[in-house]
């Protein structure tokens, strides 16, 4: 005999003891959902005295024969079929910065004698002005560049309402990463390659609430490789949120200023910027 066996024929012997005072017992079978669905529920509304156990797929009622009728009534509104739900969620990735560099540089020659104060800019983008000659004179170079960087991922995926679903998309990128080892002899620089996971995605727990509410226990992320800095970048977020079928719902975000400035000799270099990051959820009924 099984522990859950031995529990369950316990509980019958015990609830056909005349003590049970009008109660009675009965096994009900349960059609869609989980005992641990609807067993909280069960158990709140049974009359003082009375019981709600779960076995398997089934709960063992014993109370008075009035609140048994009410509990089954309560029940055939919680053990429906679990309906399949589509949601989908949107990550949108911004980027803007604007830099800036002003720099003055002089020239003097003489005979033998030259000096020469700041570094003249080397690119021919921007703005030059000269006065004088290229070895007499001053010159200035004001250059000013603009980025703007978006990029947005959408992703799906179908789960059981109550139930846990996952997605995450991606790939393996490697990453060149430098180690210095300090002996008795000097110092060795050592580079070594590893494949780190570059991807999106998000977990989900949906609930449905009411007629058309949904309430969601979500948490996405987003990677991005920045080759230039030879990084990855990642965010998400972790939140509970309520809202309704077909309509998107936002869930969060962040926001993050930059703002860089270093000076030299005759010259100065700015660097402003914003990062934004925002991210909505649709839930939509599956037929």
């Not at 009410?70 to 949108?92: G, W």
């Not at 972790?238 to 969060?252: D, K």
């Not at 000076?263 to 037929?287: C, F, H, I, M």
Request: aromatic share 4%; hydrophobic share 35%; net charge neutral.
């Amino acid at each position: 005999m099984t522990y859950r066996s031995a529990l369950l024929l316990s509980f019958l012997l015990t609830c056909s003891l005349p003590a049970a005072s009008e109660q009675i017992m009965e096994v009900v079978p349960l059609k869609h959902r989980l005992v641990s669905d609807v067993l909280p529920t069960m158990r709140q509304l049974v009359s003082p005295g009375g019981s709600v156990m779960g076995l398997q797929d089934k709960l063992i009622i014993r109370t008075t024969a009035d609140n048994l009728a009410d509990l089954k009534s309560v029940l055939a509104a919680l053990d429906t079929r679990m309906r399949q739900l589509r949601i989908t969620v949107s990550q949108d990735i911004k980027t803007t910065s604007r830099a800036r560099e002003d720099q003055l540089s002089a020239r003097f020659n003489s005979g033998n004698v030259s000096a020469g104060v700041g570094q003249a800019s080397r690119a021919r983008d921007g703005a030059q002005i000269d006065i004088g000659s290229a070895e007499n004179g001053i010159r200035y170079d004001g250059r000013v560049a603009q980025r703007s960087e978006s990029s947005g991922n959408n992703h799906f995926v179908r789960a059981l309402e109550g139930q846990a679903a996952f997605i995450n998309t991606g790939q393996a990128v490697p990453l060149v990463q430098r180690s210095v080892h300090h002996n008795g002899y000097g110092s060795t620089v050592q580079d070594t390659t590893q494949l780190h996971n570059v991807g999106s995605g998000f977990y989900v727990t949906p609930r449905l609430t009411g007629d058309d509410g949904v309430n969601l226990e979500i948490s996405p992320h987003a990677d991005n490789l920045n080759a230039r800095a030879g990084t990855i970048e990642t965010r998400g977020l972790s939140t509970m949120v309520n809202g309704r079928l077909g309509e998107w719902i936002g869930i969060g975000g962040a926001n993050q200023s930059f703002n860089d400035s270093s000076n030299r000799a005759l010259g100065r270099a700015t660097k402003q910027g914003n990062d934004s990051y925002d991210v909505w959820v649709k839930v939509e009924v599956v037929p």
